[in-house]
């Protein structure tokens, strides 16, 4: 194994570090490393490779950059692709003229050059050049050897960084479509150009699955893969995800085969209370959480949850369409947000807003729980011809809703959350399906690509005055991105 790295600290467009942000308007698409470090692998670098590779995740602030909003990158910004621009959330409480490239993704009018575009892609592409140097570590006998790492931790750590190299993968096939497919570190000027030329989507879809396939070979049994650190990648969430693939891919009996593979695990519930989920007190001990990034306070370097100070400062607000969603009593809305104190408690991670202003917090972000694959499972059946059995799931699902202890500790009063009619047809079933989503998961960073993936966010969206046009289905490749491929990166048509 070469000892000779470059060090991935640049972006060509498709990375982007702080310490070479002039030179990232120089450079072409690929070239990740002006300079060249010289590194001896150790067992602990090799495992903070792994480790580095979960923190695109997070929602820490300045991971890329020292308030760099016109990059797209002060946090990670799903809030705002996938939540303001949906039908679910308004930039602000108060509508201000701060930071107007959100207010252009909610409005649909923003062109390539957005913020928010640049930002994600930059996030995504990190995290997957991180998740190949530690791969290529991983996977070198001789490296493995020379550190001494034992057979079934380098095994667990192949199956979590095959995972993340799939989940970034999936963020990006989802938002552009075909997109440049790295594989293994940049090493050369030859191979920066080679890997700027978007690939078929097809192309990117097989090796999110290859991946996920290695992942689940990998990961060890168990609803933990690891019980001193939870939070690490367990076989749960590599089989959710296959099911997640699946669902957007519509091959809806796969859905079914990988979910009930999961469900015959017995690793997850439904949390008799709704907000356990989300409760800082209760992390890595509910029973719902399937995948979830670990913000922790009091860390060097930083690792709370910076959203949170987004809050304090006004940003990211239901919008009137999602609170007038619910139906009465339902306990899930006052567990979501706090319309007259302005707090979003899912983010918070509890009801009493200490958290609001607190770019440290604790507070996970949860990507993947069992309420969102129960809703996977009841869409594929509804889709497959079993109509009843989907809406059963549905019928669970709010259940558990129900049932939960109301925000001021009393019960949801008789006639709360009614079952659905099993006797439906499948349009009614399907709108049941949708609704259920939207409430359940509201304001979870799903919205958006829910309302693509069923082909109607332009019904949706417009109804709404968002201005959603078919091009809109993807968004556009980052124009800077594109400028410094020499156009070996191509748009998406409309852009």
């Known amino acids: 194994m070469k000892t000779i790295y470059k060090v991935l600290i640049g972006t060509t467009g498709l990375l982007m570090a702080t310490s070479c942000m002039d030179q990232m308007d120089k450079d072409p698409i690929g070239l990740l490393t002006p300079d060249i470090v010289n590194t001896s692998p150790t067992l602990n670098s090799v495992q903070y490779s792994v480790t580095s590779s979960y923190q695109m995740l997070s929602n820490t602030l300045n991971l890329l950059g020292d308030w760099a909003w016109d990059a797209g990158t002060v946090t990670r910004n799903d809030f705002v692709l996938y939540d303001i621009g949906s039908d679910d959330a308004d930039k602000k409480w108060n509508p201000d003229g701060d930071q107007p490239w959100m207010d252009e993704v909610h409005n649909y009018s923003f062109i390539a050059s957005n913020a928010a575009f640049s930002g994600i892609w930059s996030y995504l592409y990190e995290g997957i050049a991180r998740a190949n140097l530690a791969l290529s570590y991983l996977n070198d006998d001789e490296t493995i050897a020379t550190i001494e790492m034992d057979a079934a931790t380098r095994k667990r750590l192949l199956g979590e960084t095959y995972f993340l190299r799939a989940f970034y993968y999936f963020d990006l096939v989802t938002n552009f479509g075909g997109v440049p497919l790295m594989v293994n570190p940049i090493n050369d000027f030859d191979e920066a150009y080679q890997v700027a030329a978007r690939e078929d989507k097809e192309v990117v879809w097989k090796q999110i699955n290859d991946d996920l396939a290695a992942a689940l070979a990998n990961i060890p049994e168990g609803k933990y ?22 669902l957007y891919n519509k091959d809806f009996d796969k859905v079914k085969e990988v ?127 079993d109509i009843p059995g989907g809406i059963r799931v549905i019928n669970a699902v709010r259940e558990r809703a129900r049932n939960t202890i109301q925000i001021d500790g009393t019960t949801a009063p008789a006639g709360t959350l009614t079952d659905r009619s099993t006797t439906a047809t499948k349009d009614q079933a399907l709108e049941w399906l949708r609704h259920e989503r939207r409430v359940e998961l509201a304001l979870e960073s799903h919205r958006l690509r829910d309302l693509k993936r069923w082909g109607i966010a332009k019904q949706v969206l417009n109804a709404n005055g968002q201005g959603f046009e078919d091009r809109n289905y993807l968004f556009p490749i980052p124009q800077r991105d594109i400028n410094k491929s020499g156009g070996l990166l191509t748009q998406n048509t409309g852009y």
């Open 225 to 246: 893969a690891s019980n001193e650190e939870r939070w690490r990648v367990s076989q749960g969430a590599v089989l959710a995800m296959q099911a997640k693939v699946a």
């Open 259 to 385: 979910i009930a593979t999961l469900e015959g695990k017995n690793y997850y519930q439904l949390n008799a209370n709704y907000f356990d989920s989300f409760s800082v007190h209760r992390e890595f001990q509910d029973d719902e959480v399937i995948f979830a990034y670990d913000h922790q306070e009091f860390m060097t370097p930083a690792n709370g949850n910076g959203l949170c100070a987004l809050l304090g400062w006004g940003f990211f607000a239901p919008s009137a369409s999602l609170i007038a969603a619910f139906e009465p009593n339902d306990p899930r809305k006052d567990y979501t947000f706090n319309v007259e104190d302005r707090l979003i408690y899912k983010v918070l991670g509890d009801t009493n807003g200490d958290n609001q202003g607190n770019e440290d917090s604790p507070s996970n972000r949860i990507y993947i729980r069992y309420a969102d694959v129960l809703l996977w499972k009841a869409e594929a059946l509804i889709e497959t011809g």
